[in-house]
T-cell receptor, first 110, second 114 residues
């Protein structure tokens, strides 16, 4: 049981490039979400999904897209990377009241 | 909407000293309360949670937090810290009902000095 996995661990992008951050879970949890973590700002919700085929925006959705075609996967797409998207990104799942976080992806946009 | 304020961004303490990390929240509806811990270069782990019942909740590694409804606070305490407690600690709330989105505070970096 791997829990929540994220790839890649590290990524450097140039401004304007696009990429997809991968998130997968093997716990069969319906709820999945993406957060970004920035110094002094805690974790902020980007997008979330309550089940396959259903997604919604969080607090800071601009510049990011998501889709949820399966229960297991919840990729986060950066359409045109900007330096303001330099951050650590965490994927999480939830069952009941408990939330489980992945190890994170550290993204730098130059 | 909910908001969470962690009153200290950094807390340095000596090993074996007591520590308190402060958390206040604002919400127009009832909430669940959580403390998460993030060790260096790792993801977040749930440390403890308040759902209902006794207002004092404890973790397996000696931390405790007390829910104070009148002061809308959920401060985290430990009577004697260890070097291994060095981490960033996040307070979070989740409202009952609706989309139940988790809202985090800004984090408190706890540094233990020998």
């Amino acid at each position: 049981n791997a829990g929540v996995t994220q790839t890649p661990k590290f990524q450097v992008l140039k401004t304007g490039q696009s990429m997809t951050l991968q998130c997968a879970q093997d716990m069969n949890h319906e709820y999945m979400s993406w957060y970004r973590q920035d110094p002094g700002m805690g974790l902020r919700l980007i997008h979330y999904s309550v089940g396959a085929g259903i997604t919604d925006q969080g607090e800071v959705p601009n510049g990011y897209n998501v889709s949820r075609s399966t229960t297991e996967d919840f990729p986060l797409r950066l359409l045109s990377a900007a330096p303001s998207q330099t951050s650590v990104y965490f994927c999480a799942t939830r069952t009941g009241v408990e939330q489980y976080f992945g190890p994170g992806t550290r993204l730098t946009v130059t | 909407a909910q908001s969470v304020t962690q009153l200290d961004s950094q807390v340095p303490v000596f090993e074996e000293a007591p520590v308190e990390l402060r958390c206040n929240y604002s919400s127009s509806v009832s909430v669940y309360l959580f403390w998460y811990v993030q060790y260096p270069n790792q993801g977040l782990q749930l440390l403890l949670k308040y759902l209902s019942g006794s207002t004092l909740v404890e973790s397996i590694n000696g931390f405790e937090a007390e829910f104070n409804k009148s002061q809308t606070s959920f401060h985290l305490r430990k009577p004697s810290v260890h070097i291994s407690d060095t981490a960033e600690y996040f307070c979070a709330v989740r409202p009952f009902g609706g989309a139940q989105k988790l809202v985090f505070g800004q984090g408190t970096r706890l540094t233990i000095n020998p």
